[in-house]
Structure formats: structure tokens, C-alpha cells
């Protein structure tokens, strides 16, 4: 019988999303990244290693992986509502140029922005306004996805390191996992804040069946 993913499983996937006209906005798979001409991403283009139902993933897409078959290739066709939102135009804002001059940013359509901590896109500059669009790029639009499960990770280190990888948004390569008995010690490149690692320390316990998890900060050694 196949062997079928279940909630909280670590996963290897492989993934291409894609607009309704073929155009690829996102992949996993390193030949199509290429062909498509996506943007080379730090470390390359490579599988993802997700936790099913932690939403490391596209929600959606995410939920998806439940009960499917390792192996089996899969398509999804998600509308907008399920992917990434539909078009408000309450997100289309009015930006006074004073606002672009005290970040000495010269306003031009379909120049990316931050405003407040909000990115959006320039698409309009009339005079002394300007028109924001802070909807997400792809917003109103259906997506398909396919996607296959290459594998179950039941690796303890790798699941660990995979899940704070994309978490903390830490090169895989940068995290060491040490495990004894049913305790991990992990050492990150830097320090974080107690609150922050016992919160995240205590969600990878839950998820790993770990009946601890500590962190350290890599320290580098002087002269």
C-alpha cells in the first residue's frame, strides 16, 4: 500500500506554481527555475523540507499535502481567495511626495517601495501624488500548483534544522542539532531573546516528540 502523508509530518517536496497563462512565479525544481528565469535564490533552487500543517508553505498548498501519496505527482488549482488574496482596493493608496522625499526615493511606476513597513508598487505619479498599490503581486489571480512528495524526513537533526531554517530564515548549513536521548541542543550563528527561544524551542519539542530543546549562540574564538 502507498505510503500517505499525515498532519505534522516532515516532508521533502518538490513544487511549481504557476499563473493561469504558464507563467511560473515559483518553483523548487532547478531546471524550471531556469527556464523560467527565476531570480538564483541563495543556496540554489532545491526541494522544500516543510512540517504538513505549520503552513511553511502556502496555506492552501499546505494543506493540500494531507493524505496524498509519496512519490505521486499532484496538481491544484487554487482561486484567489485560497492563494494570494483577492484584489481590495482599499490596498491602493494615495502617497504624499513629502513621504518619498524624506526617504530621498525618486518615485517612478513599478518602482517597489516600503512604506511604514508595508511594501507596495508604484503605479501612478501624477504631479504631487502618488498611487501605492499595497496589494500582494499576485492578488486576484488563480494560481495552479503540482507538486510531489519526494519523501518523509524522520531524521530528528534534519527535521529540527530544516523546520528553524525556515523559521528563523538561517542557512540550513549554519545550524548544528546535537541530540542525546530525548534532548536537542542547537547551536544558532546568534543570540536570541529567551522569550523567542523558549517559545520556538517548545513548538519544536511538540513537533519532534523532544522532551527538550535548548539553544546556544556559536562563539567565535579571539586572537
Do not use: W
Amino acid at each position: 500500500m502507498a505510503e500517505k502523508v499525515q498532519h505534522h509530518d516532515f516532508v521533502e517536496v518538490n513544487y511549481t506554481g504557476k499563473l493561469a497563462d504558464g507563467t511560473v512565479f515559483d518553483t523548487t525544481v532547478e531546471a524550471v527555475a531556469h527556464n523560467a528565469g527565476l531570480p538564483h535564490q541563495h543556496g540554489g533552487v532545491k526541494p522544500a523540507i516543510v512540517c504538513v500543517g505549520e503552513k511553511q508553505l502556502l496555506p492552501s498548498l499546505d494543506a493540500d499535502l494531507v493524505d496524498k501519496e509519496v512519490g505521486k505527482e499532484y496538481t491544484t488549482i487554487l482561486p484567489p481567495e485560497s492563494a494570494f488574496g483577492k484584489r481590495d482596493i482599499k490596498k491602493m493608496r494615495i502617497v504624499p511626495m513629502s513621504t518619498f522625499k524624506e526617504q530621498k526615493v525618486n518615485p517612478q511606476p513599478g518602482l517597489q517601495v516600503d512604506i511604514d513597513g508595508e511594501l507596495g508598487v508604484i503605479t501612478r505619479v501624477a504631479g504631487g501624488r502618488i498611487i501605492v498599490n499595497f496589494n500582494h503581486p499576485l492578488a486576484g489571480k488563480e494560481v495552479t500548483y503540482t507538486f510531489t512528495i519526494t519523501k518523509k524526513i524522520t531524521d530528528l537533526q534534519e527535521q529540527i534544522s530544516a523546520f528553524l531554517q525556515s523559521a528563523l530564515h538561517i542557512p540550513k548549513e549554519k545550524i548544528t542539532v546535537q541530540i542525546n536521548e530525548q534532548k536537542a541542543t542547537v547551536e544558532l550563528p546568534f543570540a536570541l531573546p529567551l522569550q523567542f527561544t523558549e517559545a520556538i524551542g517548545k513548538k519544536v519539542a511538540e513537533l519532534t516528540k523532544m522532551k527538550e530543546v535548548s539553544f546556544t549562540a556559536k562563539t567565535t574564538k579571539k586572537e
